[in-house]
């Protein structure tokens, strides 16, 4: 059974719980105050007399009516049913026989009527109106998900260009090192293609890419840059969102490296009691202006992913130090 299925099974039995202690309360109230099971009994069956029909005009539309039209746009067809459900379902009352009524409850009649329609004018109300909000959130939740995969996706293309570049130069100088590079790259695009279509993956996962990506990273690295990272995981099986820190990485190495100036370039990892530190430091080269596309766009990638996820349980740091080193720090609470 799907998620949404269970997801659906779980509202049908909360709603018939809800109906059902509505439809009982009344009795049970009066048995509860009087002690007497027969006035209990009375006090239930009033309240089933107004009340079910009600319950069953609700039912039908919160399942059928208000999804199969109204939402459709079949308005017409939508009222035209419920009346008929309504006269349905309240025959008991509207079909009543008058001649059985003193003539001094005729007036007294009317307004039983009138109260009938209200209640199930009301249950066809709270139906649209939940529905409706379901609809909305539905709506929304798509959205945020498309959103999500659309940052989860933004790992520049340039990176793969790049280094397979970087891969077909080691041929000609160390072969062994290109075939072990190739194996690594194979192995960081299997997880981003197969691995990381869930909301959250297992750390030990994340860490592994985030190597095979830095190592990856480096063959664009010559003698003036120097690169280090510190990895310290307590818990691999702790779960995070996929790929979020990929942007943060790769913009540490485009801004940080410098072919002609020593530069430095440090990526850090820690976890411990539900704790996840990243840390990202690198030499501040700002590129010229007529390289500065994408600049900043890890950055807001990053943080729109984390005010989506983890809103409320994220601290973010952004400062360039005294040192002209830039220093990104996310906080997470896993």
């Not at 959205?143 to 933004?154: S, T």
């Not at 293309?157 to 790049?162: A, E, G, K, R, V």
Request: glycine share 4%.
């Amino acid at each position: 059974m799907s998620k949404i299925q269970i997801k659906d099974v779980w509202l049908f039995v909360a709603q018939v719980l809800l109906l059902s202690l509505t439809l009982l309360s009344p009795g049970l109230i009066s048995y509860i105050t009087s002690h007497n099971p027969q006035l209990a009994w009375e006090s239930l069956t009033v309240s089933a007399y107004w009340l079910a029909p009600a319950i069953v005009v609700y039912l039908l539309n919160f399942y059928l009516c208000v999804p199969l039209l109204w939402f459709r746009h079949r308005r017409w067809q939508f009222v035209v049913i419920n009346l008929v459900l309504i006269l349905a379902s309240n025959a008991h009352v509207v079909f009543n026989d008058l001649s059985l009524l003193p003539e001094n409850l005729l007036a007294g009649y009317s307004s039983f009527l009138i109260f009938a329609l209200l209640v199930n004018l009301m249950a066809i109300g709270i139906a649209l109106s939940i529905r409706y909000v379901m609809r909305q959130g539905e709506k929304k939740q798509k959205e945020v998900e498309a959103e999500l995969a659309w940052l989860k996706n933004q790992i520049n293309p340039h990176f793969l260009f790049n280094t397979l570049n970087n891969i077909s130069s080691l041929t000609q100088i160390d072969a062994d090192k290109a075939q072990d590079t190739v194996m690594q790259l194979s192995d960081l695009l299997r997880y981003a293609m197969y691995e990381t279509n869930k909301p959250k993956v297992a750390l030990e996962g994340e860490v592994e890419f985030m190597r095979n990506y830095i190592e990856l990273m480096k063959l664009r690295c010559n003698e003036m840059t120097k690169v280090s990272e510190t990895i310290e995981v307590e818990d691999g099986k702790a779960e995070v969102a996929p790929l979020l820190f990929i942007s943060l990485i790769e913009n540490a190495f485009k801004h940080g490296m410098n072919s002609n100036v020593p530069a430095t370039i440090d990526i850090s990892l820690t976890q411990k009691d539900g704790t996840l530190v990243f840390i990202s430091d690198n030499t501040n080269n700002p590129k010229p202006t007529k390289d500065r596309s994408g600049s900043g766009i890890g950055l807001e990638n990053t943080r729109r992913r984390l005010d989506l996820l983890y809103q409320g349980r994220y601290q973010w740091e952004q400062t360039i130090t005294p040192e002209n080193i830039y220093h990104v720090k996310i906080t997470l609470q896993l």
